[in-house]
């Protein structure tokens, strides 16, 4: 099987988006990543070493990723690279409130979720309770340890969602526009779209597929998503933090989007095999065959880079978000995944 640059995927030319502005906006900031073991959050860090941090700080539930990241760093800028390693689930608010605590970060991205589609339309109180009340948690310490800015790694599953996922997602956007009426803490959320290759994704099961002589399982041949690379997403993430104001949703303009079965008959001809069948297994509970990026497109507004916008939405009242948190809330309590899917559908 040929290697080829998961690059060559996305039927247009890389986007970089970072700039001497953003760069110097994180120079000697004490920044905390939240999922910063997983695909978006160690890039994150990739990213954000180059920019002379003062330090970072990776909180993670998963050891084995935010271990891999501190090891690959340490090789590349040596020993003396201020990078810590935190292992807490985002659940945990007495625990997250030891770390906030300890390093008192300036910054915080939050890009730990559970992000698996399928599985948390099966798992609704876990997606519920980590992605939502997680959020929130990191929402509240952000607060009362005196961030100075917040920034939300969400989803194009967000906008009018139709899945657990994105559903919780546009949950979590809509906890952070509340907040950012406090006036305290500067709050922005990042969507975007599929990322190529990261965990989880079809990149990874398609190559699979396409080394163990096929067939490649599609679970329909019109599905059309927006991809990035996970270097895009990333800086996107950190550009579009420095720009913010406060409570604004920032979307890339990602180009056309690509139907999943040219970019599964691409990955069969880059990687040279022959004969490699393609199969539909059907749409899974939750799927959409087409996303939308933006919830309102006649209220976007333009930034300085001419690739990022702003979805402008009006935040819920503190009383009002309270509310359907805490239906939500007594939803989990029950233990009842499809009355946790009602609650969260009336909610969002």
Do not use: W
């Not at 980590?130 to 929130?136: A, E, I, L, P």
């Amino acid at each position: 099987m040929c290697n080829f640059e998961i690059e060559e995927l996305l039927f247009r030319k890389p986007i970089v988006v970072l700039d001497t502005k953003t760069i110097a906006y994180y120079k000697n900031k004490v920044i905390l990543i939240t999922g910063g073991g997983g695909s978006i959050g160690s890039e994150l860090c990739r990213q954000l070493a180059k920019m002379s941090p003062k330090q970072i700080i990776i909180v993670d539930i998963f050891e084995n990723g935010a271990y891999d990241v501190q090891q690959e760093l340490k090789v590349r800028y040596g020993q003396d690279f201020n990078l810590k390693i935190e292992i807490c689930s985002i659940t945990n608010k007495k625990g997250m409130a030891r770390i906030f605590a300890e390093y008192q970060p300036k910054i915080v991205i939050h890009a730990a979720a559970h992000k698996h589609v399928p599985l948390m339309e099966k798992n609704c109180v876990e997606a519920v309770e980590n992605n939502v009340f997680g959020t929130n948690n990191v929402v509240e310490l952000c607060e009362e340890y005196g961030v100075e800015r917040f920034m939300l790694v969400s989803s194009d599953k967000a906008v009018n969602p139709t899945n657990v996922m994105g559903a919780t997602k546009r949950m979590c956007e809509m906890i952070i526009q509340t907040a950012s009426t406090n006036g305290r803490v500067k709050y922005s959320a990042t969507r975007f779209g599929n990322v190529l290759g990261s965990a989880g994704s079809v990149i990874p099961l398609f190559k699979k597929q396409i080394e163990m002589g096929g067939p490649i399982t599609l679970t329909d041949k019109r599905i059309i998503r927006y991809f990035m690379t996970i270097p895009e997403a990333s800086q996107l993430v950190l550009q579009s933090g420095e720009m913010a104001k406060n409570g604004e949703l920032f979307v890339l303009d990602m180009g056309e989007p690509v139907k999943i079965l040219d970019l599964a008959q691409n990955m069969i001809r880059l990687s040279g095999a022959n004969n490699i069948q393609i199969v539909e297994t059907g749409l899974r509970p939750g799927e959409k065959l087409y996303e939308e990026l933006l919830i309102k497109t006649e209220t976007l507004q333009k930034t300085e880079n001419s690739l990022i916008f702003i979805e402008k939405d009006t935040p819920l009242t503190k009383d009002r978000l309270f509310n359907r948190l805490q239906d939500l809330e007594r939803a989990c309590e029950s233990g009842d995944d499809e009355l946790v899917r009602e609650v969260l559908k009336k909610a969002v």
